[in-house]
């Protein structure tokens, strides 16, 4: 993520250099929601290696994460910049909606009648507002106005929510080597995400199947998964959020070319690899 903020700030005409405290902000942020997430989630492993929960405990992974998150206001707090006060508004924001968007993913698991509409604005609050944040940071510490800095924030929550997208995706198709976790970890975790959601409210014969399967009280083998992934595919639920990612990351691009003229080819490259990822 940090990546992407300092070519935000060099998008907007500025430097690297003078976005690193706010590329810093973000990172130390998205970490702090990782080590909660993986708390909440009770996931074994991250990007191939244990959880830090697992290794040193729940408290002090909770507790590392509160501590990240300080971390991450002190460091754009202190950082040479007129955008200071800006930017701690922002990120403060962000990690409001990050939280929200959390509670309601958390509050969907107890839920049977979760509609697309909700868990695409839960997908907009968890992770398009902080990729929208980390992309107006960047760009307003690396000197941007505050009209193009709003621009790239948008560029951002759109690229965020194609991210999550993509992210969905995998946790159910995705290859173990690649993703670092369980085989189809989502639906052992039963987890409503876009595909299954999507699945579960379309019309499609497989929803009932799948419904029953899937919202039922009895643990999912992986014979049970399997047929689950099966099922949300037959509905086209697969394919309807292939196409979704792809069409919010045409929208992204327009709005990275309405700050940037002429984006640099580094940040489109690294925008579409973040959004493909095998999936």
Known sequence: MYKGQLLAAEAAGGTAAAALPAAVAVELAHNFSLLHDDVM??????????????????????????????????????????AVAHGVRILARAVIDLVEGQCADLAF?????VTLDE?????????????????ALGALYGGATTAEAGRLRTFGERFGLAFQLTDDLLGIWG??????????SDLHNRK??????????SSHP????????????EPLS?????????????????AWATAQADTLMAEAQAYLTGAAPAPSAELLALVRLTTRRDR
């Not at 497989?206 to 009280?217: S, T």
């Open 175 to 184: 290859d173990p080597a690649v993703t670092g976790k369980p085989v189809r």
């Open 222 to 238: 992986t014979d049970d998964t399997a047929r689950a992934a099966a099922l949300i595919e037959a509905t086209g639920a697969r």
């Open 192 to 201: 409503k995400s876009l595909p299954v959601v999507a699945a579960l409210t």
């Open 41 to 82: 989630d009770g996931d074994p492993t991250r990007r191939h290696r244990p959880t830090a929960w697992t290794v040193f405990g729940t408290n002090a992974a909770i507790l590392t994460g509160d501590g990240l998150l300080a971390a991450a206001y002190e460091v754009l707090a202190v950082a040479d910049s007129k």
């Open 119 to 135: 868990c695409l604005t839960m997908a907009s609050r968890k992770t398009g507002a902080l990729m929208g944040a980390a992309c």
């Open 109 to 113: 698991e107890e839920r049977d009648d």
């Open 206 to 217: 497989a929803a009932v199947e799948l419904a029953d399967l899937y919202l039922g009280d």
